[in-house]
């Protein structure tokens, strides 16, 4: 088995008004907030299926069941710590995550470095080792109509 392992998230969540808006961990204002069994941070469950599967856990769903009542509502930065634990506990270390958020508005850019901060605590990493990037779609899909968010990350775990 070679020292190095590659792991891949992809998650969406409709937005819909009414909702709080987590993202990377905090909340940030906005009009609508994501769907979903937990607080729905998009980003956070794309990082822990990035982890979950370069360590071959396969993925959030599997380990945290959306048909489970204990997860209503739970805050995905727990879910994260959890995950973070596994991961360790199998022999693996984070190297780094490389994440894209897409998401028509609001604007993400002055949110990210309160993220970055936000998820370094939660994972007990240094923040170099996170990147998060944000990108529209440019008014198309779902995304760019404002019915959703998208967020992709790739992750690099090592075996200590």
């Given amino acids: 088995m070679t020292p190095f392992r590659i792991g891949f998230g992809y998650d969406v969540h ?3 008004e009414g909702y709080a ?9 906005h009009t609508k907030g994501a769907v979903g069994h937990s607080d ?3 980003l956070i469950h794309v990082i822990c299926d990035a982890l979950l599967g370069a360590a071959n856990m396969r993925n959030i769903g599997y380990h945290f069941s959306d048909k489970d009542p204990k997860f209503k509502g739970i805050d995905s930065k727990i879910l994260l710590q959890e ?6 506990e199998a022999g693996y270390e984070v190297g ?9 508005v609001p604007k993400l850019n002055p949110h ?4 970055k901060s936000c998820l370094a605590e ?7 080792a996170i990147s998060i990037k944000a990108t529209t779609s440019e008014f198309m899909g779902f995304v760019g109509r404002q019915e959703g968010i998208a967020a992709y990350c790739t992750a690099l775990i090592y075996k200590v």
């Fill in 14 to 16: 409709q937005l819909q």
């Fill in 122 to 128: 939660v994972m007990k990493v240094e923040e170099g």
């Fill in 40 to 42: 729905a941070d998009v």
């Fill in 21 to 29: 808006f987590w993202l990377g961990g905090i909340q940030i204002e």
């Fill in 83 to 88: 995950v973070m634990k596994m991961i360790r």
């Fill in 96 to 104: 780094n995550l490389d994440s894209t958020v897409c998401l028509q």
């Fill in 112 to 115: 990210i470095p309160a993220m």
